[in-house]
């Protein structure tokens, strides 16, 4: 691998470790769950509030962090706020997670990873 090819592969690894990283907490892996059961609608703030059961301020917070790391995406309907998970970008933090592991070292089978998804 050349220096550029290793410096953008450091920039992705970084970047996909801070989406991770977002995802790292049991309210968050939740709301991404709820938000991917709504999908491609989303959920207004109340709705997921309603459904999880977290305070509003704290609810606030995990989302600024989602959408911080391009997780979520958020659209103003009159005065809510619609929250939709952004599936092009978990397409592309999993694609980077199974890549090498279903072509170079073939530790997992692409059509178990199919079969999950069904």
């Known amino acids: 691998m050349d220096g550029a090819a290793a410096s953008k592969t450091?920039?992705?690894?970084?970047?996909?470790?801070?989406?991770?990283?977002?995802m790292g907490t049991e309210a968050r892996l939740r709301i991404m769950w709820l938000l991917l059961t709504a999908h491609p609608d989303g959920l207004v703030v109340g709705e997921i509030q309603a459904e999880l059961d977290i305070p509003n301020s704290t609810l606030s917070h995990h989302l600024d962090k989602l959408k911080s790391e391009d997780l979520v995406s958020v659209r103003r309907e009159s005065t809510f706020l619609r929250y939709r998970a952004n599936t092009d970008a978990?397409?592309?933090?999993?694609?980077?997670?199974?890549?090498?592991?279903?072509?170079?070292?073939?530790?997992?089978?692409p059509q178990d990873i199919v079969q999950i998804c069904q």
């Open 10 to 22: 450091t920039v992705q690894v970084a970047r996909y470790a801070d989406m991770f990283s977002a």
């Open 90 to 109: 978990l397409q592309e933090l999993l694609q980077f997670l199974y890549g090498e592991c279903c072509t170079r070292n073939k530790a997992l089978k």
